[in-house]
T-cell receptor, first 112, second 113 residues
Framework: GQQLNQSPQSMFIQEGEDVSMNCTSSSIFNTWLWYKQEPGEGPVLLIALYKAGELTSNGRLTAQFGITRKDSFLNISASIPSDVGIYFCAGRLQGGSEKLVFGKGTKLTVNP | NAGVTQTPKFRILKIGQSMTLQCTQDMNHNYMYWYRQDPGMGLKLIYYSVGAGITDKGEVPNGYNVSRSTTEDFPLRLELAAPSQTSVYFC????????????FGQGTRLTVV
């Protein structure tokens, strides 16, 4: 199946630091979504991107839809302990497919 | 507003047993999805539906069946449970093609022994 390569796999940072993670693929996507999952819960949508080059913020979170349409990144500024969780990228392939493909996630640990 | 509701939250099955995972949404979404999440992995699509009466296979459909008789409900059926089906199952829904934001339920943790 289609693969999204998400990196890094895990991050250990100090409170207050900025965080950056990204997803890449060899395929073209027409939608990129970023989710956060906390233990025992379902993923919660953070940001949705629909146009190449689009840059969207949600509080301290900023995500961009890559110009080539094959990648996306998520930045978290001034991290806080409640940012802990697993962050997933997800994308919908160009071509009309209704499938939403997920990356393997970035596990974020924030040390107070 | 309940969103996407999954039942049960936990279940232990014996090999060869069958069960149905229930999923219902009250957002009038057309699209519904079933994913499984294995430890340390992302979500893999099992089946999806773009509307009542329409279902299609995802990446890992073997061993599962679905039906979509109403807009609200999208049950996932395991006919002959196998240990490889031990996983956390998530149901999700979205409005449709131009609105791909999928909203997830809280998951069903299934163990097959």
């Amino acid at each position: 199946g289609q693969q999204l390569n998400q990196s890094p796999q895990s991050m250990f940072i100090q409170e207050g630091e900025d965080v950056s993670m990204n997803c890449t693929s060899s395929s073209i996507f027409n939608t990129w979504l970023w989710y956060k999952q906390e233990p025992g819960e379902g993923p919660v949508l953070l940001i949705a991107l629909y146009k190449a080059g689009e840059l969207t913020s949600n509080g301290r979170l900023t995500a961009q839809f890559g110009i080539t349409r094959k990648d996306s990144f998520l930045n978290i500024s001034a991290s806080i302990p409640s940012d802990v969780g697993i962050y997933f990228c997800a994308g919908r392939l160009q071509g009309g497919s209704e499938k939403l493909v997920f990356g393997k996630g970035t596990k974020l640990t924030v040390n107070p | 507003n309940a969103g996407v509701t999954q039942t049960p939250k936990f279940r232990i099955l014996k090999i060869g047993q069958s069960m149905t995972l229930q999923c219902t949404q009250d957002m009038n979404h057309n699209y519904m999805y079933w994913y499984r999440q294995d430890p340390g992995m992302g979500l893999k699509l099992i089946y999806y539906s773009v509307g009542a009466g329409i279902t299609d296979k995802g990446e890992v459909p073997n061993g599962y069946n679905v039906s979509r008789s109403t807009t609200e409900d999208f049950p996932l059926r395991l006919e002959l449970a196998a240990p490889s089906q031990t996983s956390v199952y998530f149901c999700a829904s979205s409005f449709g093609q131009r609105h791909t934001e999928a909203f997830f339920g809280q998951g069903t943790r299934l163990t097959v022994v």
